[in-house]
């Protein structure tokens, strides 16, 4: 036997007053079920603006306004050395101080 079934087996044993109870908290039931369906979708139709709204910025252009002559000189001019032991023994000797 289903659920739907069920309830009506049993709505059927209720005195005419308590059937209508029963009715009036189905159609409670119904609204609830819709209302949340109604804010669901209203929900949805304002994020949808609000992605539209966020699809539709520009991000500026940065344009660096020094020219490659101006730049500063770099701090560190040796020449670059991929082979730089980075071990404690290289930096602090022996005792690792």
Excluded: C
Aim: hydrophobic letters at 40%; zero cysteines; proline letters at 6%.
């Amino acid at each position: 036997m289903t659920i739907a079934e069920e309830i009506y087996e049993r709505a059927l044993q209720l005195p005419e007053n308590k059937a209508e109870v029963v009715l009036n908290f189905i159609g409670y039931l119904e609204m609830a079920a819709m209302e949340r369906k109604s804010n669901h979708i209203q929900e949805s139709l304002a994020m949808t603006d609000k992605l539209k709204t966020y699809s539709t910025v520009t991000i500026p252009v940065i344009v660096d306004e020094a020219p490659p002559d101006d730049w500063p000189e770099p701090i560190h001019v040796d020449s670059w050395d991929d082979n730089i032991d980075l071990s404690r023994n290289a930096l602090y000797g022996d005792d690792g101080r």
